[in-house]
Each structure stands twice: as structure tokens, then as C-alpha cells.
């Protein structure tokens, strides 16, 4: 018997890019929705799940309930997820308030507010290796790092000439297309790299070039100094490319980057959120990120929350 809440937050129909961003939101959401019961499916789930159950039971429990998924929701354990989601589904039940609202969460919505020319791949090349000369010690020392210097880094490159355009859209989405508003001339490029093993030891790739902002806020270079870890993750998983899936990128950057870095991500998060509304979109641009669903400070809130919930993979240096 398929259970409304879990069919609807993992089953085979979900959009899950369009939708949620992640799978916290994608069960919160349906939690709040007015036709659901959490009682309900908690006794469903009790009924399924109990304390003698396998991962692989747990797995098999929620799939016959209506999910469709095979790697556990969050992290690396079905176990440590189903403790979470059964806690979270009773804490619903007695504490109404912690439901969230419709107005903290959209129920359609888009998360680009930015798009930018695209780059061709020569032009994208030049710059990305007009960067790396540029910030080569930085590198170096990001590569002689060990794993806990992380797996990505990300930078920033004024090109001296007009590169492309920085094109704020409407907010409104129809049919997946959004219009441009406003557009701004940029000499500035953002580039992703992440590191890997070889043969020959460490070694860059380049994962994306994009056109920058032309101008940055005035506390932009404070706040990555401040937050370098946020930075190389922000902009080196987030930043604008036509690849860009913020559900697949996250999950991605959680199984790949260290213990350490997660950390590091988590506790320089919870300075980033102590900023007011607009004082953190304007650091989240500054850091590269082109993430910006109406409800950004949830969608940080979870992301630093899963950090600190669930195991990862912490010795992965693979993105």
C-alpha cells in the first residue's frame, strides 16, 4: 500500500529538480500539505520498520510504501535515515508547529534568478588557464594540501575585456522558461576546478568557466576571505553552468568532499546564516553560488543540517 507522504516525497513521479531541491525539502513539503496525515504514515511506517530490520529491510520498507529510490535518502545508512524520519514524523505529530507553513516553503517556484552567456570552449580554456596562472600558488598549495584541503576550489578572474553578459530573469517560471529583465556587460570569469588522484599525483580539472558578476558587493572580498570553505563549495559545485541540478550537485559534493571539509562547510554556515535576508543573498552571489530559490536560507539550513545528521563518505577525494 502506497503512503501518500512517502510516494509523493520519493515515489517515481516526483520533479525532483523543479519541485525540491533536496530530499529534506521534498518531505517537508508533503508533511505540510493540508490532505496529509504524519500520524498516518508513521503508523505505516512502524508497521514496516522496526528495531530487528536490515538495511536492506528498511530499503524494501520504503519502496513498498510507494518511494523509489535504492541508495538511503541521506548519507550512507537506511538505518540512521529511517531513525531520523520516524523521530521527525512523531515530532510532527505532537509539535504542529514545527510544520512548516506554505509561506516558508513555495510550493512551485524557480531557483535562478542569474543566467550568463555561455562561453565557447576555446574562449572558456584561455581563461580558465589565464586563472590558474594567476592564482597558481594557491593551487599548489591546494594540491600539496591533503584530503582535508578539499576536493574543490574556485575562482575568480578579471579578463581585462568584455567577456558576455550577467542577465537577471523574471521571477515567474512558465514551462520551464523564464525572461530576461536586466542584463549587465562583465570582464570577470568564475572558474570551477577539482582535484583528483592520477598517476602522477594530485591533479586540477577544470569543471566549468562561467562569466562573473561585473561588480561585486563591497564586502564580497572580506566574505571570502572569511569563508574560504564556502566558497570553494558554493562556487565550485553551484556556480553557473547549463549542467547546474542543485539536488544531484549537493548529494555529489556531500559523498565527495572530507570529514574535515563538511565540517569546516557546516560551521563557516552557521556565520553565513546569521546574516540578515539580504545581506545573505548578496554573500551567496559574492561566493559564486547561482542557487537562489525564494526560501535560500532553508535550502543553506538543510544542507548544513544533513552535514551534521548523517555519515558521508569521508574519505572519498573523487567528485
Do not use: K
Amino acid at each position: 500500500m502506497d503512503d501518500p507522504i512517502i510516494e509523493e516525497s520519493f515515489g517515481e513521479d516526483r520533479d525532483i529538480v523543479y519541485t525540491s531541491l533536496d530530499d529534506r525539502e521534498a518531505l517537508e513539503r508533503q508533511i505540510a500539505a493540508p490532505n496529509h496525515d504524519a500520524g498516518l504514515t508513521l503508523g505505516r511506517w512502524r508497521a514496516a520498520v522496526d528495531a530487528t530490520s536490515s538495511e536492506e529491510d528498511i530499503r524494501n520498507a520504503i519502496n513498498s510504501l510507494g518511494a523509489n529510490v535504492w541508495q538511503p535518502l541521506e548519507g550512507t545508512s537506511w538505518r540512521r535515515w529511517a531513525t531520523w524520519f520516524e523521530n521527525r514524523l512523531q515530532e510532527a505529530v505532537d509539535h504542529p508547529d514545527t510544520v512548516l507553513p506554505s509561506e516558508h516553503l513555495p510550493d512551485h517556484y524557480t531557483w535562478r534568478r542569474r543566467t550568463t552567456t555561455r562561453l565557447d570552449p576555446d574562449a572558456a580554456d584561455r581563461w580558465a588557464r589565464e586563472a590558474s596562472r594567476v592564482d597558481v600558488r594557491r593551487i599548489e598549495d591546494w594540491l600539496a594540501a591533503d584530503a582535508d584541503g578539499g576536493v574543490h576550489l574556485y575562482l575568480l578572474y578579471d579578463t581585462g575585456q568584455v567577456v558576455g553578459e550577467v542577465s537577471d530573469l523574471e521571477e515567474r517560471d512558465t514551462y520551464g522558461h523564464q525572461l530576461v529583465v536586466r542584463s549587465r556587460s562583465s570582464t570577470r570569469v568564475g572558474v570551477r576546478l577539482s582535484r583528483s588522484l592520477t598517476g602522477n599525483g594530485m591533479h586540477p580539472f577544470v569543471r566549468g568557466v562561467h562569466v562573473a558578476e561585473p561588480v561585486d558587493d563591497p564586502r564580497a572580498a572580506s566574505w571570502r576571505a572569511a569563508w574560504p570553505t564556502l566558497t570553494a563549495v558554493l562556487g565550485g559545485c553551484f556556480s553557473d553552468t547549463y549542467q547546474l541540478t542543485p539536488w544531484t550537485d549537493q548529494r555529489r559534493m556531500l559523498f565527495a568532499e572530507p570529514a574535515a571539509v563538511l565540517d569546516r562547510l557546516a560551521a563557516e554556515g552557521d556565520e553565513l546564516l546569521r546574516l540578515d535576508d539580504d545581506d545573505l543573498h548578496a554573500a551567496v552571489v559574492a561566493l559564486g553560488c547561482f542557487v537562489e530559490p525564494p526560501h535560500l536560507r532553508l535550502w543553506l539550513t538543510w544542507m548544513f543540517w544533513r552535514i551534521r545528521t548523517f555519515d558521508w563518505n569521508p574519505e572519498e577525494l573523487d567528485p
